[in-house]
Structures are given as C-alpha cells and as structure tokens.
C-alpha cells in the first residue's frame, strides 16, 4: 500500500459511515480524488473480484481465444483442444512478453510472438527454440501462468485471486436464478454492438450514480416514461443489487416498444464494476462495464447482445436513445459531481432512504460504500 495512505486516512474515508443507511454518512470526498485511494482499489478490488470478459460464444470452438487487461494485467482465456476453458497471464515465461496480440482469434498453439515460444493450449511449454544448448532447463517444469476464469450466465468472467471463491458461490445462487428468469435466451444471443466513453470522473462516482434512481425524475425525464416508476424496486444482496421494474403502460419518450417480448426493466450490480441489464424491446442483455483509468477518469464499456448481429430498427433506436440522451445525461451528472468533491465546501453527504427499497432510494450506494469501505480496511491491514 502507498505511504501515502495510512491507517488513519483509510479510517477517515469511512468517519460517519454507519452500516445502517438512513443513519449514515457516504464515504468522503477524498476517496474520488486522491491517487492514492485509486492505488489500494486496484490492489485490494480490482485484482481480487471476478472481472467480466465476454459472451461465451466467443469461446465455444476449441482454439478460441479473448484478451484483456484487468488493470495493468494483461490475460487471455482460451478453449482448449480438450474443450476446457482455461486462462492464463498474457505473458511468455521466457522474457515476459505478451504470448497472444490483439483482442480475440483462434489458433492451434500459443507462439509467443517474440523469440517464438510455443505453448499448447492447456498452457504448457512445448517448444523453446535452441533451449537444448541450455545447462538445467526442463521444459515440462515451465507452463503459463493461470488465471481464474468462470463461465456465469453464458458470460465469461476471470479473477486475478487464485483464493477468490467461484462467482457463482459468492452471488450463492440467487443472482443466477435472477438473471436467468428473466433472461431464459442468454445462451442464444449474440453480441451486436458494443458503445464506449470516457468520463472525467472517478469510477465510484459513476456506480454510485448507476446505483439509484433518485435522480431519475429530474434527470432523466424520458427513462421515467419507459418504465412504471411506481414498480420500481432495490434489493441488496452480498456482492450484487437488482434494480427491477416494469415497462411503462403508455407510449414513452425514450423509444418505442411496440411489439416487445420483454416487458421488465431488469438490471443488476456485480461488486465492483459490472452491470447486466435486460431493456424492454426484443431479446436482449446489456453488460456494461465502469473501469477506472485514473483517480479522475473512467472508461466506459457497453456491450448490446440481440437475437441477431444486426440490431433491427427498433433496436438501434434503443442503442441511440442510450448513446445520444440518457449517457449524455448520466456523464453530465458525475463529471459535475467530481468537480464537486475538488471543492472545500463538500466533504461527505447522506444517503436518501426509502424504508420500502423503492427505485428512489439510495441504499444500494449505502451498501456499494459498504464493500469499499471493507477492500480499505483490507488495504490497512496489509500495509
């Protein structure tokens, strides 16, 4: 952990936090600016929960591969011939450099792109070029590094922690039945379009706005038209949230639904950084990632799975409705909140509560804080 941030900093981040929301204080200001906070985040929750990586159809064939970079470590999963699905650090046991480029592929082995290492798919050393002329080298002795990885919901998640439960126990179950229930077509959809940002915020600024639709009525006047805002319920759970609601009765002014199959809002909160939302419209999941890049800065990912590669019409117009109205509002709402926090007049705030859990209750940022508030507590203890 960085000197900067001692025991006592990562104590006042929480002064005031009450693991009862309607009498609680959120988290202070200091945790959305200082680097330093940022830097005990990538160590104690990023590399240590399950991170969202794809669909699994871009795995189903023996050979398939997926890269990425789950902060500053870069991995990729790959099916192998034997039809497991294993993942590895993306790095070459000889010199460290990446074995496989680019974002997705297929391929017979893994040849590290360098001096030509060759790895088979289960990560095993095959090959080393001329390593015979070396003095006390066992290639049987040398494979790729591995990486926990999980299929989810027909979704692929890895976990840089070699000691994190599965996914599927720490969510015990009932995020499973969830998403499932509500999307039975999981399995067949295919990715159709994927909408990226970046926000001049920090990461948790943008969850804690995902995580409550309080804002909603003044914010985001069409949404409050798309869905019955009176059906609209937040329930918490240990690492994740659902957000449900009902898809409005009359015509909207988001875009249109006519002829829809799926007639709910669904949407959950996967601790730290992953949403999974099901719209109203045709068969459809959504996966939307928030990744912090700096202490000020978030990369936003947005993933459309339809029934077809294609979007149809209707289904464009969802995709806009998101890309050209209601992310332009959410971006305006947490660049202005982080300007907020660099000013001496804010500190910490609280959290508005609904006893009944409804849509324009905050305590599922209450329990978001929560989990963060524990990753410094860890982060402490380990300096």
């Known amino acids: 952990m960085s000197e900067r941030l001692t025991r006592e900093r990562l104590a006042g981040a929480g002064a005031g936090y009450d693991p009862v929301a309607t009498r609680s204080a959120s988290i202070g200001a200091d945790c959305y600016v200082d680097p330093a906070f940022l830097e005990v985040e990538r160590a104690e929750i990023f590399r240590r929960s399950w991170q969202f990586l794809c669909h699994e159809e871009k795995l189903r064939e023996p050979g398939s591969y997926v890269t990425a970079r789950i902060q500053d470590r870069g ?26 480029a680019g974002v997705a592929g297929r391929t017979r ?18 090959r080393a070029r001329h390593s015979d002329r ?12 591995p990486v926990q990885v999980e299929v989810f919901c027909h979704l692929v998640f890895v976990n840089l922690d070699g000691e994190a439960p599965p996914l599927a126990d720490q969510t015990e179950g009932g995020l499973a039945r969830e998403v499932m229930g509500y999307a039975p077509d999981l399995a067949s959809l295919t990715f159709a379009h994927r909408l ?13 706005n995902f995580l409550e639709c309080y804002h909603c009525p003044v914010a985001h006047r069409d949404f409050v ?3 019955e805002m009176d059906t609209y319920r937040v329930t918490t759970h240990g690492t994740w949230s659902s957000h449900m609601a009902k898809a409005g009765r009359a015509e909207n002014s988001a875009y249109g639904v006519g002829g829809a199959s799926v007639t709910d809002h ?9 949403a999974l939302m099901r719209y109203p419209g045709r068969g459809n999941f959504m996966v939307w990632r928030f990744v912090p890049v ?45 300007r907020g926090m660099r000013t001496p007049a804010f500190e910490r705030g609280r959290y508005v509560v609904d006893p009944e859990g409804s849509g324009l209750s905050e305590h599922a940022v209450h329990h978001f804080h929560g989990m963060v508030l524990a990753a410094y507590r860890r982060g402490a203890g380990a300096s």
Request: aromatic share 14%; hydrophobic share 40%.
């Open 75 to 100: 991995v990729v999963a790959v099916r192998g011939e034997d039809g497991a699905l294993r993942a590895f650090y993306n790095v070459c046991k000889h010199r460290g450099h990446e074995v496989l």
């Open 134 to 145: 070396i003095e006390n080298f066992d290639p049987s002795a040398i494979s790729l590094t």
């Open 196 to 208: 990226t940002y970046t926000v001049r915020a920090n990461w948790k600024a943008v969850v804690d």
């Open 266 to 274: 669904a949407v959950w909160y996967l601790w730290p950084n992953t």
């Open 294 to 338: 700096e202490p000020e800065e978030t990369y936003e990912e947005f993933d459309f799975f339809f029934e077809s590669e294609t979007p149809a019409e209707a289904e464009m117009e969802a995709i806009r409705y998101i890309d050209e109205v209601l992310q332009p509002e959410d971006i305006g709402l947490v660049e202005s909140v982080q």
């Open 225 to 227: 038209s798309l869905v």
């Open 109 to 126: 082995q893994i040849t590290c792109p360098y001096h030509g290492w060759v790895y088979a798919l289960d990560g095993r050393l095959h």
